[in-house]
């Protein structure tokens, strides 16, 4: 079983900057693919960003430019830097691992970018 602990979220002002990171514990395999996906009220979970074991990135068109994904894999941990922070990333923001078949979902943290 593998646990995946979130922190970072909160509340930022329009242009600010988060910063999200995620540990994940117990028998983690490689490679995988670790990420993070967001949920808005009334919206579909979407991808974010995610980054393979190899340093392989994906992020959605949205956050092109503005937020980084980076992992450790020495401390299983995932990190999204996320900057330059507008209202519609308001979300709550979960961490996953996925190795072949796979999923773990971490509880999630509130983003909300807001004046």
């Known amino acids: 079983q593998v646990q995946l602990g979130e922190s970072g979220g909160g509340l930022a002002q329009p242009g600010g900057t988060l910063t999200l990171s995620c540990a994940a514990s117990?028998?983690?395999?490689?490679?995988?693919?670790m990420g993070w996906y967001r949920q808005a009220p009334g919206k579909q979970r979407e991808l974010v960003a995610s980054?393979?074991?190899?340093?392989?990135?994906d992020y959605v068109d949205s956050v092109k430019g503005r937020f980084t994904i980076s992992r450790d894999n020495m401390k299983n941990t995932v990190y999204l830097q996320m900057n330059s922070l507008e209202p519609e990333d308001t979300a709550m923001y979960y961490c996953?691992?996925?190795?072949?078949?796979?999923?773990?979902w971490g509880q999630g943290t509130q983003v909300t970018v807001s004046s």
């Open positions: 996953n691992l996925n190795h072949i078949i796979w999923n773990y």
């Open positions: 117990g028998r983690i395999s490689s490679p995988n693919t």
């Open positions: 980054m393979t074991t190899g340093g392989t990135t």
